[in-house]
């Protein structure tokens, strides 16, 4: 077991800039998450995959905003046209759905980026 | 509005004292609770997951409890040390697919 594993561990960009995160969940998960979270708050859900299917997008995922999970494995998160307001730390976390209950979610160790 | 609030957003303790940190949320129709612990600049490590069913979990010297019908959850710490120091968070899933966080308590454990 490996872990959550995410792809840049930090990102420095320019306004107006395009950029992509990946994640890699925990081999047998079938769910993956992404958050958002700011200085000396907490983690602000964006989007959840069940398999290679979106499921659910906050209402924070503007249309700058895109996340794809194209074979059930991996995810990348991408965000255009970056604002200074995107900096933040990105977490991907995943778990194991089913039938008997809600299942831990495992954390990453986040992309922290930031747009100067 | 499905809300999760943590007080107190910090707290210093002596090494070897006993602890309590709150987690309040609106709505107590949850599905589960779960506390996670999370250094700084790092990601989040789960602690204790709470279904809605359950009404506590102990994982070492860690013990969260679970009363809905109050909207409360507490994370229990015996016997603190410094490598307890901490960010802890609650996070409150309604309906298994996203979970809402509380902003967290940064505990300070001294030596």
């Known amino acids: 077991d490996t872990g959550v594993s995410q792809d840049p561990r930090h990102k420095i960009t320019k306004r107006g800039q395009n950029v992509t995160f990946r994640c890699d969940p925990i081999s047998e998960h079938n769910r993956l998450y992404w958050y958002r979270q700011t200085l000396g708050q907490g983690p602000e859900f964006l989007t959840y995959f069940q398999n290679e299917a979106q499921l659910e997008k906050s209402r924070l995922l503007s249309d700058r905003f895109s996340a794809e999970r194209p074979k059930g494995s991996f995810s990348t998160l991408e965000i255009q046209r970056t604002e200074q307001g995107d900096s933040a730390m990105y977490l991907c976390?995943?778990?194991?759905?089913?039938?008997?209950?809600?299942?831990?979610?495992?954390f990453g160790p986040g992309t922290r980026l930031t747009v100067l | 509005k499905q809300e999760v609030t943590q007080i107190p957003a910090a707290l210093s303790v002596p090494e070897g004292e006993n602890l309590v940190l709150n987690c309040s949320f609106t709505?107590?129709?949850?599905?589960?609770l779960q506390w996670f612990r999370q250094d700084p600049g790092k990601g989040l490590t789960s602690l204790l997951l709470?279904?809605?069913?359950?009404r506590e979990q102990t994982s070492g010297r860690l013990n969260a409890s679970l009363d809905k019908s109050s909207g409360r959850s507490t994370l229990y710490i015996a016997a603190s040390q410094p490598g307890d120091s901490a960010t802890y968070l609650c996070a409150v899933s309604w309906n298994n697919n996203d979970m809402r966080f509380g902003a967290g308590t940064r505990l300070t454990v001294k030596p």
């Open positions: 976390a995943s778990s194991l759905s089913g039938t008997s209950g809600g299942h831990t979610q495992y």
């Open positions: 709505d107590s129709a949850i599905y589960n």
């Open positions: 709470i279904q809605s069913s359950q």
